[in-house]
Structure formats: structure tokens, C-alpha cells
């Protein structure tokens, strides 16, 4: 049982860290995301939404923020259901404009992700926002 647990904590802590990265080149990069955001807006059929290409330019920072509480367990089990929600859409956008490589990518994180949920280890070796919140302050 304990190294189911710990292989629990070591896959939440590895799809974090990728988050976190990721989150982190596309700011530094900002620009070519932005660029990369626009091409594809231009591609869309279904998702060509004018909300949604305003709120695409925060998904570097939605991404590094659900990474960063994954890897230090913060809120984990609402920031699992929050990045199942937002990169399954992620992976609809990216089928919609025609970037399966992106997409699959996706939908391996929301796969990883939603297994993650659905095993009840997320509070094991995380904080537990019932309980431990209080001693951040």
C-alpha cells in the first residue's frame, strides 16, 4: 500500500513539475505563444469564440499556477478537477485546429489527471485543506 501512495505522490509531483515548466517557457516566451495562439484562433471552427481569444493568452499562467499546486499538494483534489476541466478543453480546441500532436499531449495529462482524482491518495501526501490551511498563516 505505501508504494502505491508514494507512486501516487511521485506522479502528482511529476505532472506539476511538467506544468510548472511548461507554464514557465511560454512566458518567457510569451510572444511566439502569443503568436502560436493567434494562428490558431484563425484555424478554429468550432471554438472560433471571440471570449475564448481573450482569455487565451492566460493559459501559460492557468497552467504554472495548477503545476505549482500540484507539486507542493495545495487544494490538490480541486486542482485536479480544475485542470481535467481546462486541458480537456485544451484538447478540444487543439483537435479543433487540426494539432493532434499538441492535443494527444493533452489528453494524456487529462487522463494521468483523472486517475489521480479518482484514487483516494491525493490527501496523503499533500496538504489537507480541512485541516492543515490554517498553518500557513
Known amino acids: 500500500m505505501k508504494i502505491r501512495t ?3 505522490a511521485c506522479l502528482r509531483i511529476v505532472i ?3 506544468l510548472v515548466l511548461y507554464g514557465l517557457y511560454n512566458v518567457i516566451q510569451y510572444s511566439t505563444f502569443l503568436e502560436r ?3 490558431y ?3 478554429a471552427h468550432f471554438f472560433d469564440i471571440t471570449f475564448l481569444e481573450a482569455l487565451a493568452p492566460l493559459v501559460p ?3 504554472f499556477i495548477i503545476g505549482l499546486f500540484l507539486v507542493i499538494g495545495f487544494f490538490t483534489k ?4 480544475i485542470g481535467v476541466f481546462l486541458f480537456s ?3 478540444l480546441f487543439l483537435i479543433d485546429v487540426g494539432r493532434l500532436d499538441y492535443a ?3 489528453a494524456v495529462i487529462v487522463f494521468i489527471m483523472a486517475i489521480l482524482l479518482l484514487k483516494d491518495n491525493y490527501n496523503l501526501y499533500s496538504i489537507d485543506f480541512r485541516r492543515d490551511s490554517f498553518l500557513f498563516l
Not at 480541486?78 to 478537477?81: A, E, I, M, Q, V
Open 78 to 81: 480541486r486542482t485536479l478537477k
Open 37 to 39: 495562439v493567434d494562428q
Open 104 to 106: 494527444i499531449i493533452y
Open 61 to 63: 499562467f492557468e497552467a
Open 6 to 8: 508514494l507512486f501516487y
Open 89 to 91: 478543453f485544451f484538447s
Open 41 to 43: 484562433f484563425v484555424k
Open 16 to 18: 506539476g513539475s511538467y
